[in-house]
């Protein structure tokens, strides 16, 4: 890894650098919303606001995941840099490792900097005229409270080799054709819920790519159109209709959990899966780079906290 970079070594020029970026007008209190009203404190980097109405102090960590932390800057930076640039992830172990911080701290970065990766706000719908998105499901993980009956209340079949859905938890991915994923935790791979989130985030006028799952049927009438592939008949393409950019997006979360996370609590697994959201939407095939998408992440670290007592098993 290389951390030659001036805002890695020093804290002044780490303080400069994410005021930079948060601030390129100005800096604005996050109390009150004051642009360039504010003054120095004796504390480097503090400033108090000099709206008659606020009177605040702030610095640029406030209002955004690192608000009251005690970890230097610098660190921080490291950490996003180490985050956005580990394709299947960087586990809170290897942060503590690589960053010589305690597990607890490392833990409290990764989850910190993962609320800063997700989407936050309205999202345009994805696909259009002409566009395709691909829609599939996976299961991945038991679920914390198991049940002997699928969502339509039949009992589970038994699967071969443990494979199948039996009280997994359900991940739902749109992925638009050479652009961006979104990715979802359900509660349930029922039809209603997937339609529902399909309908909720594809333009209306979209080619839908599907397998051939019961989910799907009847979006036909609801999109531009709704083309499958056969995966149990051995038919993975036919023609542009594929679900393949689905299926590789699922293929490195996996990975990635499985051989770099090897745990993670079900009440967590949305903020694991934002950040694969993340890195796969800042892809170098985009035109990013390991910094441009460190840069992202910190930008999107404002308006966002997370608070725990405690930690809960990353």
């Known amino acids: 890894m290389k951390f030659d970079a001036p805002h890695f070594r020093d804290e002044a020029e780490a303080l400069r650098y994410v005021e930079a970026l948060r601030w390129p007008g100005g800096r604005v209190c996050p109390h009150c919303g004051t642009i360039g009203g504010e003054y120095a404190t004796k504390r480097e980097g503090r400033y108090r606001c000099g709206s008659k109405g606020c009177r605040k102090d702030f610095t640029v960590k406030t209002g955004t995941v690192m608000e009251s932390s005690h970890i230097k800057l610098t660190v921080w930076l490291m950490a996003f840099y180490l985050m956005a640039a580990s394709k299947k992830g960087m586990s809170a172990h290897q942060l503590h490792r690589s960053l010589d ?110 397998d051939e799952s019961r989910l799907y049927g009847g979006l036909e009438n609801k999109l531009g159109s709704h ?56 892809r170098t095939k985009l035109g990013f780079s390991d910094a441009a998408r460190a840069k992202l992440a910190v930008q999107g670290a404002e308006g966002k906290r997370l608070t725990y007592r405690r930690t809960h098993g990353a």
């Open 101 to 210: 911080v305690t597990y607890k701290t490392a833990w409290f970065l990764a989850h910190r900097i993962r609320a800063a990766m997700a989407t936050g706000g309205l999202t345009s719908p994805m696909g259009g005229p002409g566009g395709i998105v691909e829609a599939d499901e996976t299961y991945f993980g038991k679920v914390d409270v198991p049940s002997d009956r699928n969502t339509r209340g039949r009992k589970f079949r038994r699967a071969k080799h443990g494979r199948g859905p039996a009280n997994k938890r359900a991940v739902l991915a749109l992925v638009e054709r050479g652009g961006n994923v979104r990715s979802f935790h359900i509660p349930s791979a029922d039809k209603k819920t997937v339609q529902d989130i399909v309908l909720e985030n594809v333009h209306p006028e979209t080619r839908l790519h599907t």
């Open 227 to 282: 083309e499958t592939v056969k995966h149990s008949a051995g038919e993975y393409a036919r023609g542009d209709v594929n679900t393949n950019s689905a299926e590789g997006y699922f293929s490195v979360f996996k990975r990635g959990m499985k051989g770099t996370y090897q745990h993670c609590a079900e009440k967590h697994l949305h903020r694991y899966l934002a950040e694969f959201d993340f890195r796969h939407n800042t």
